[in-house]
Antibody, heavy 122, light 107 residues
Framework: QVQLVQSGAEVKKPGASVKVSCKASGYTFTGYYMHWVRQAPGQGLEWMGWINPNSGGTNYAQKFQGRVTMTRDTSISTAYMELSRLRSDDTAVYYC???????????????WGQGTTVTVSS | DIQMTQSPSSLSASVGDRVTITCQAS??????LNWYQQKPGKAPKLLIYDASNLETGVPSRFSGSGSGTDFTFTISSLQPEDIATYYCQQYDNLRITFGQGTRLEIK
């Protein structure tokens, strides 16, 4: 079945970096855009950016420009999100989510990873 | 970036009630509006895409409408399992924005 499996929880110190992975299975990885979305404790959903797994092209939310890098490894159908210069307010659950519809961005996110908890604390 | 104003922020209703949530975009987004349900500790689930299309496997009591800047999400007859937080999400010019969310409770 179609699924996204993310890497495990991380605890980081302020100023460090974190890299979260998202392994896709059950579909053609390069055929669908992938978003990254985060959710701070008790807060709403916040879009971070997307990657086109086919071309490697990316688009980041302005808030994260310069701190986030999204990459992929097509040989293992895995997308990555790296966030640098971590602060305490980066503590959140980070999700990867596939966009519905082949290489289209408009149609919503139909498959989600289980989420990766990143805790930033000194 | 486009701003999404979702209301109400919370809502209490009885089983069997008709429930309506609205989302307003700060500019025209055509029909590029999606709705999600999120239960505590779980990832969001896509319910409605392109403003009014029901995602596969989603019960028909859920529906969406609207275009341009004003959108509505409706549960025709609230069920106990519908207790969750609901989010709208827009797409425009390569970027995404979520609404603030609506927490739905049973009265």
């Amino acid at each position: 079945q179609v699924q996204l499996v993310q890497s495990g929880a991380e605890v980081k110190k302020p100023g460090a970096s974190v890299k979260v992975s998202c392994k896709a299975s059950g579909y053609t990885f390069t055929g669908y855009y992938m978003h990254w979305v985060r959710q701070a404790p008790g807060q709403g959903l916040e879009w971070m950016g997307w990657i086109n797994p086919n071309s490697g092209g990316t688009n980041y939310a302005q808030k994260f420009q310069g701190r986030v890098t999204m990459t992929r490894d097509t040989s293992i159908s895995t997308a990555y999100m790296e966030l640098s210069r971590l602060r305490s307010d980066d503590t959140a659950v980070y999700y990867c989510a596939r966009v519905r519809g082949s290489l289209r961005l408009e149609h919503g996110m139909d498959v989600w990873g289980q989420g990766t908890t990143v805790t930033v604390s000194s | 970036d486009i701003q999404m104003t979702q209301s109400p922020s919370s809502l209490s209703a009885s089983v069997g009630d008709r429930v309506t949530i609205t989302c307003q975009a700060s500019q025209d987004i055509s029909n590029y509006l999606n709705w999600y349900q999120q239960k505590p500790g779980k990832a969001p689930k896509l319910l409605i895409y392109d403003a009014s299309n029901l995602e596969t496997g989603v019960p028909s009591r859920f529906s969406g409408s609207g275009s341009g800047t004003d959108f509505t999400f409706t549960i025709s007859s609230l069920q106990p399992e519908d207790i969750a937080t609901y989010y709208c999400q827009q797409y425009d010019n390569l970027r995404i924005t979520f609404g603030q969310g609506t927490r739905l409770e049973i009265k």
